[in-house]
């Protein structure tokens, strides 16, 4: 069945990076866009980032775009979320999908920032 396994969470400071990785298992990884979103507490998930099969296609929330990066490797099955320059409001849990609306998502990882 599909599995969805996130890492890489963290407290880091304002102004820091990191880098989440999603590893897939039991669909064809390489055939398929994949997502990431994020929860806040008291908010709806919040789409994030986009990755087409190839990483051809990027698309970027306005909220995160030029300090977020998506990325994969297909030869690991593995989707990744390169982080820089957090503030307090990308706190979260980030969970990657293989759909837009994350129905189909892994158990989340929790980012914090804050000094």
């Known amino acids: 069945q599909v599995q969805l396994v996130e890492s890489g969470g963290g407290l880091v400071q304002p102004g820091g990076s990191l880098r989440l990785s999603c590893a897939a298992s039991?669909?064809?990884?390489?055939?398929?866009?994949m997502y990431w979103l994020r929860q806040t507490p008291g908010k709806g998930l919040e789409w994030i980032a986009t990755?087409?099969?190839?990483?051809?296609?990027?698309n970027y929330a306005d909220s995160v775009k030029g300090r977020f990066t998506v990325s994969r490797d297909n030869g690991k099955d593995t989707m990744y979320l390169h982080m820089k320059q957090v503030t307090a409001e990308d706190t979260a849990v980030y969970f990657c999908?293989?759909?837009?609306?994350?129905?189909?998502r892994g158990q989340g990882t929790q980012v914090t920032v804050s000094s």
């Open positions: 999908s293989k759909n837009k609306a994350g129905n189909i």
């Open positions: 039991g669909f064809k990884f390489r055939d398929s866009w």
């Open positions: 990755i087409s099969s190839f990483g051809s296609v990027r």
